[in-house]
């Protein structure tokens, strides 16, 4: 069997997800979901300690401006570019300003290669929240 072979057939690091209430207690929990989860795919010490840093920025932002029965979910995808993406949910009260300027915006992407930030306002007149960070894979792994 080939290297190529043995690469192919390396088994793909486990996907995770976490939803918990939108409360300031639960953001260690995001923490540590973050840095076990994102530790399986091929990033450096440095990017893997931005990413967990980042997420728990945006998940503060969202936490922040979270409804009273909000959850708040951290899922994570691989793009055929070979980025890894975190995606943090709530439920928002309003919109966020999605101000380029904001100090929180600014560390976002001092940290990550780049920031999303979706939108979508829900039926009972709040909206649906999703920051989505994403951090480039090392290559050759």
């Not at 919109?95 to 999303?116: H, P, Y």
Request: glycine share 2%; hydrophobic share 45%.
């Amino acid at each position: 069997m080939t290297s190529f072979e043995r690469a192919n057939k390396r088994p793909a690091p486990p996907s995770a997800a976490l939803t918990v209430a939108a409360t300031p207690e639960h953001l260690g929990v995001l923490r540590a979901l973050v840095r076990a989860a994102a530790a399986q795919y091929p990033l450096s010490m440095d990017a893997l300690t931005d990413l967990v840093l980042a997420a728990d920025e945006a998940a503060n932002t969202l936490v922040d401006r979270a409804v009273p029965t909000s959850a708040l979910t951290c899922t994570f995808a691989v793009n055929s570019e070979q980025r890894l993406l975190v995606s943090v949910t709530a439920e928002t009260s309003h919109e966020i300003t999605s101000s380029n300027t904001s100090f929180g915006r600014i560390v976002l992407e001092v940290l990550v290669d780049d920031v999303k930030l979706a939108q979508i306002p829900t039926v009972d007149g709040n909206w649906s929240v999703t920051i989505t960070l994403s951090k480039a894979l090392q290559a050759g792994s």
